[in-house]
């Protein structure tokens, strides 16, 4: 059983950064695929970024591809979402997610079977 505690949400100026951590517990981290969802008030959790278990390869929805940046480090059991030149349409509940298929990046809820409480990031306008 793996669980996962997001950090870093908070409130910021459209324009600005924001960096996001998610520390993993109970597993074997670097078996994981790992993804950042976010959901905002009325809408579907949507994927926002992946990353395979090595940190090979990457994938970035449309929508902030540019903008943001997924990163891993296996030693810490760390992902991490580093937000740039962020948007109002940003703010939302971010959540990492881990997946037991290692080389796939899936952009949909299911497969991921590990999900943290995810943390709230707020853009201003």
């Known amino acids: 059983q793996v669980q996962l505690v997001e950090s870093g949400g908070g409130l910021v100026q459209a324009g600005g950064s924001l960096s996001l951590s998610c520390a993993a517990s109970?597993?074997?981290?670097?078996?994981?695929?790992m993804g950042w969802f976010r959901q905002a008030p009325g809408k579907e959790r949507e994927f926002v970024a992946g990353?395979?278990?090595?940190?090979?390869?990457?994938y970035y929805a449309d929508s902030v591809k540019g903008r943001f940046t997924i990163s891993r480090d296996n030693a810490k059991n760390t992902v991490y979402l580093q937000m740039a030149s962020l948007k109002p349409e940003d703010t939302a509940v971010y959540y990492c997610?881990?997946?037991?298929?290692?080389?796939?990046?899936?952009?949909?809820?299911?497969?991921?079977?590990?999900w943290g409480q995810g943390t709230q990031v707020t853009v201003s306008s």
């Open positions: 109970g597993g074997t981290f670097s078996r994981y695929a």
């Open positions: 997610a881990a997946d037991r298929v290692p080389h796939i990046i899936s952009t949909t809820v299911p497969p991921y079977d590990y």
């Open positions: 990353i395979t278990s090595s940190g090979g390869r990457t």
